[in-house]
C-alpha cells in the first residue's frame, strides 16, 4: 500500500518564476492538504481539497493556488515566486477530514534564487 | 483560533535518559492533539494521538503523551531515549468535527548524546 507520494524531491526556481508541485494520496484517501514548512519552523497549512473543492484556506495569499483531480491526487501552484517562498511544501491526505489522522509525505524542497 | 505553544526549542539528553517534551495548546472546544516526529530532509510521521478517553495515549517507539484538559497541557514522554531518537518533534492541534485544519507548534529539536 503506497502511502502519500510527492514530486519533484526537489526544485530550484528563479524569483518571478511559477511553479507546480504534485501530490497523490494514501490509497483510499480523498482529501489532500497543503502546508509550507520554512526553515527551522513548524508547518504552516495553505489549504485543503476534498471533492476537488478547495474547503479551507490558512493565511497565504493568492499566488498560490491549486487543484484536486477525480482521482484525488492534487497540485499546488505558486505564482510570481518570491525568495520567501522556499521551503519545504508537504502535502497531507486523510479521509473526509472528519477528525481522521493526517498522512504526510517526504515534501517537496522548493529553493527560490 | 487553535495555537500550540512548544516552549523548549531545543533538548539535549543523553542516551538512556528520560524525555519529557512539553506541549500546550489553545483551543476552545475539546481538540484532537497530535504529536509527530521529522528527521532531518523527511515528512512528518505521527507518534500518537488523542481524541478522546484515557488521558494517558500510547505511541509508536515507545513514546506516550498525557492529555491534562486544566493544564492544557499534552507533554510527550519516553521512559529511556535512544540515539535514533534525535530528530525534530511537532505538537499539533485539529477541531474536533468538521473539516480538519491543523496547527503545528514551532517544534523541539532533541539531540541525544553518548
Known amino acids: 500500500d503506497a502511502g502519500v507520494t510527492q514530486s519533484p524531491t526537489h526544485l530550484i526556481k528563479t524569483r518571478g518564476q511559477q511553479v507546480t508541485l504534485r501530490c497523490s494520496p494514501k490509497s483510499g484517501h480523498d482529501t489532500v492538504s497543503w502546508y509550507q514548512q520554512a526553515l527551522g519552523q513548524g508547518p504552516q497549512f495553505i489549504f485543503q481539497y476534498y471533492e476537488e473543492e478547495e474547503r479551507q484556506r490558512g493565511n497565504f495569499p493568492d499566488r498560490f493556488s491549486g487543484h484536486q483531480f477525480p482521482n484525488y491526487s492534487s497540485e499546488l501552484n505558486v505564482n510570481a515566486l518570491l525568495l520567501g517562498d522556499s521551503a519545504l511544501y508537504l502535502c497531507?491526505?486523510?479521509?473526509?477530514?472528519?477528525?481522521?489522522?493526517?498522512?504526510f509525505g517526504p515534501g517537496t524542497r522548493l529553493t527560490v534564487t | 483560533a487553535q495555537s500550540v505553544t512548544q516552549p523548549d526549542i531545543h533538548i539535549t539528553v543523553s542516551e538512556g535518559a528520560s524525555l519529557e517534551l512539553r506541549c500546550n495548546y489553545s483551543?476552545?472546544?475539546?481538540?484532537?492533539l497530535f504529536w509527530y516526529v521529522q528527521s532531518p530532509g523527511q515528512g512528518l510521521q505521527l507518534l500518537l494521538k488523542?481524541?478522546?478517553?484515557?488521558?494517558l495515549v500510547q505511541g509508536i517507539k515507545g513514546f506516550e503523551a498525557e492529555f491534562k484538559r486544566s493544564q492544557s497541557s499534552f507533554n510527550l514522554r519516553k521512559p529511556s531515549v535512544h540515539w535514533s531518537d534525535a530528530a525534530e518533534y511537532f505538537c499539533?492541534?485539529?477541531?474536533?468535527?468538521?473539516?480538519?485544519?491543523?496547527?503545528f507548534g514551532t517544534g523541539t529539536k532533541l539531540q541525544v548524546i553518548p
Open positions: 483551543y476552545g472546544a475539546t481538540p484532537y
Open positions: 488523542y481524541f478522546s478517553g484515557d488521558t
Open positions: 499539533a492541534v485539529a477541531s474536533l468535527g468538521g473539516y480538519q485544519k491543523v496547527t
Open positions: 497531507a491526505s486523510s479521509l473526509g477530514g472528519q477528525g481522521d489522522e493526517q498522512y
